[in-house]
């Protein structure tokens, strides 16, 4: 008999002995929940775990437990390795420095010899895991730098894929994906029972349950978003039985925020645009905005909910954010008529029905919105049926309006 893909992790973490724990770039209260709560249960069942994503954890998530154990990079995965052989001597110093774009290391030895050019020896590090477990990631190149600077580790190592985006490529060894559940941290608790039964060990405590609650209240406004489940509030309820923290998550993630943060949102409420005619409800967040506030980028975290709050009438509601280069596209839908998901493919982006991203590389948001905006306009006419005439004269009742 097919074992079920829950069934083939836990027979997979049983045989493994060190693990490592990924979540995506840009990393949020779901991807880091569900990755710490996993290193904390993987390690009371003496697992050697390692969790990490290719980005800083954003500071409103900074009370999470084991905090100080999620990672950014992936230690000894093509690191260049020297050794030098101590022989008689009694250990060495090493000194480095950049000079002229050139990385300088020297190495002293204490007691004994000088190193000759014989003895050194040049290796190439490699990732030593014997399992990796990808958490609320849709396909490995959300995995950013880390993907990049490691891609062979990913067909070396058998890779389990916990997901719970529509968008999921499939792209693990077992994939244990459920576009049903809210967060992706639904379905490590599900795991995680799975492995007390098991293990016959408890592994939910009050910190496990601090974390895999804050995956679901992020990835569900705090159970405002049209993904709560009543699953999600049933899930919810045992993990504040089991000490979940939740008064704790909600003062940190929706009760506390800098003035750099408030000034930031200000500025980006107040630019809120809004066709009527085809219900879409969009605003920006441009470099300048990062300048004139000094709010940093994770300062939008949040924001596109309270678009949503403030926008009665919207079905399609899209913040516009521009990072470096890129100008990325957050996206949330009011009615299942709409699909975020499938709007989200139109510029190589994807998530959810209700809610959805997208990344365009080597844009400006002033040259890049008036075409996102239109290719939604299309979307939308064709589901309204509106007729050109019928644009026009919503446009002219909207012109009216201004002029009164």
């Known amino acids: 008999m097919n074992s079920t893909p829950l069934q083939q992790i836990v027979n997979l973490l049983r045989q493994s002995e060190k693990i490592l724990v990924l979540g995506h770039q840009n990393p949020d209260g779901d991807a880091i929940g569900s990755a710490l709560a996993l290193l904390l249960a993987l390690r009371k069942l003496g697992k050697s775990v390692i969790a990490a994503a290719a980005d800083p954890v954003p500071e409103l998530l900074d009370f999470l437990p084991a905090l100080e154990s999620f990672e950014t990079t992936i230690a000894g995965a093509n690191d260049l390795i020297i050794n030098f052989p101590l022989a008689e001597r ?10 002229d774009g050139v990385l300088k290391i020297s190495v002293r030895p204490v007691g004994g010899a000088p190193f000759s050019k014989d003895e050194i020896e040049f290796a190439v590090g490699e990732a030593d895991f014997d399992l990796i477990v990808c958490v609320d990631v849709p396909d490995l190149p959300q995995l950013g730098g880390l993907f ?19 968008s999921n490529t499939g792209f ?106 085809h219900r879409i409800v969009w605003s920006t967040v441009t470099s300048e905005d990062f300048r004139a506030t000094e709010a940093v980028e994770t300062a939008t975290d949040g924001l596109i909910d309270e678009l949503l709050s403030n926008a009665p009438g919207a079905e399609v509601v899209l913040l516009l954010k521009q990072k470096g280069a890129t100008v990325s596209g957050s996206l949330r839908t009011t009615t299942p008529a709409v699909s975020a998901n499938e ?29 996102i905006i239109d290719k939604i306009r299309v979307v939308q006419a064709e589901r309204l049926g509106l007729l050109p005439e019928k644009i026009e004269n919503e446009k002219q009742k909207k012109d009216l309006k201004k002029q009164k």
């Open 343 to 371: 709007i989200a493919g139109l510029f190589g982006g994807g998530g959810h029905h209700a809610a959805a991203g997208f990344k365009i590389p080597n844009k400006k948001i002033e040259a890049i919105e008036p075409e």
């Open 90 to 99: 009694a250990s060495a110093e090493v000194f480095h420095k950049i000079e």
């Open 148 to 166: 990049d600077a490691n891609p062979n580790i990913f067909y070396d190592i058998p890779v389990v894929n916990i997901d719970h985006h529509a």
């Open 172 to 277: 693990g060894k077992v994939n244990f994906v459920d576009t049903t559940a809210a967060s992706s941290s639904e379905l490590v608790l599900r795991l995680l029972r799975s492995l007390e039964s098991e293990f016959n060990k408890k592994l939910l405590d009050e910190d496990v349950a601090t974390l895999i609650l804050t995956g679901i209240i992020t990835d569900t406004g705090s159970f405002q978003n049209s993904n709560t489940t009543p699953r999600s509030l049933e899930l919810s309820a045992d993990l504040i039985e089991a000490g979940a923290r939740q008064q704790e998550i909600i003062r940190h993630v929706y009760k506390t925020k800098q003035l750099s943060t408030l000034k930031l949102w200000g500025r980006v409420l107040s630019k809120i645009e809004f066709d009527e005619a």
